[in-house]
């Protein structure tokens, strides 16, 4: 079983998995936010994941390809980043940075089975990836730095997925932009059980408040001007805040124009910032 990295300022303390790289836990005062699908030891209902960074696109893609460079790349819903390991590389006090490289090789699909539509490999463009956990004194700050390490120019889809409890009863669940109430947890699971979106989608936002009762979490980017709110039901008990660089397409064809997406020369880096503020 993995030993998990604790990490802890003043009240706040943070759990991570080293291996997977995802923050499995997020505390104030003993009060538990995060939904902790991707401890090994996780046999709940739910997500089997705590947080991912959605890259090089932010849901699914086309009979799982896409085209950049005259090259066609096999992808599934959230890309390929998610379905490989990160490295630390850094951990002083309430800060751990972690790396994950990866090179162009295929990488077998777990989504794949013997006679379905989808690919046995996932493939893309050769990146570096580097996720930065600092723990502040009423929550967190995300950092993630993407370079590419292509010789080509590289478009591509960003965001942060992270998963939380809903902390009290499903029916006093709210989500606010600054004072105003944007919709309801209740509303949210049922939006999230409707295809082909099967979530809320919200343009031009970046900051999103929840709250149960007493408790809640914020989560804001000056860095993303978009957000989906997503929940798979009533007795998982847990819901995402997922900050984006652009909504999914859910008709359109990924990289058709590239000017229209995240792009990076090569050796080129970009960060991002999203911040986790315990209520």
């Known amino acids: 079983m993995t030993e998990l990295i604790r990490l802890q300022k003043g009240d706040v303390h943070a759990r991570v998995n080293p291996v997977n790289g995802q923050l499995v836990g997020l505390s104030l005062e003993g009060t538990e936010y995060l939904h902790d699908g991707r401890v090994d030891s996780y046999d709940g209902k739910g997500w089997k994941n705590s947080e991912i960074v959605p890259y090089p696109i932010f849901g699914p893609a086309q009979n799982q390809k896409v085209i950049v460079g005259g090259r066609t790349f096999n992808l599934e819903q959230h890309g390929i980043s998610r379905y490989l390991g990160f490295k630390v590389i850094r951990r002083e006090g309430g ?94 699971i049922n939006i999230s059980s409707i295809p082909p979106e099967e979530a809320l989608t919200i343009e031009g936002i970046n900051s999103v408040e929840y709250r149960n009762k007493e408790r809640g979490v914020r989560v804001s980017s000056e860095d993303f001007g978009n957000v989906m709110l997503w929940s798979p039901g009533r007795e998982e008990g847990m819901f995402c805040i997922e900050h984006t660089s652009q909504l999914p397409l859910t008709k359109g064809v990924h990289f058709k124009k590239p000017e229209n997406f995240e792009r990076l020369n090569p050796d080129e880096t970009k960060t991002y910032e999203i911040k986790i503020t315990l209520l």
């Open 95 to 188: 800060l751990i940075s972690l790396m994950q490289i990866y090179d162009g090789r295929k990488v077998i699909n777990p989504k794949h089975k013997q006679g379905n539509e989808h690919p046995e490999n996932l493939t893309w463009l050769p990146y570096q990836l580097e996720k930065n956990f600092e723990l502040t004194e009423d929550g967190l700050v995300c950092k993630l730095t993407i370079t590419n390490k292509s010789n080509i120019e590289m478009p591509y889809m960003i965001g942060w997925h992270p998963a939380f409890r809903t902390i009290g009863e499903i029916e006093e669940g709210l989500f606010f932009d600054s004072n105003r109430i944007i919709a309801s947890l209740e509303g949210v």
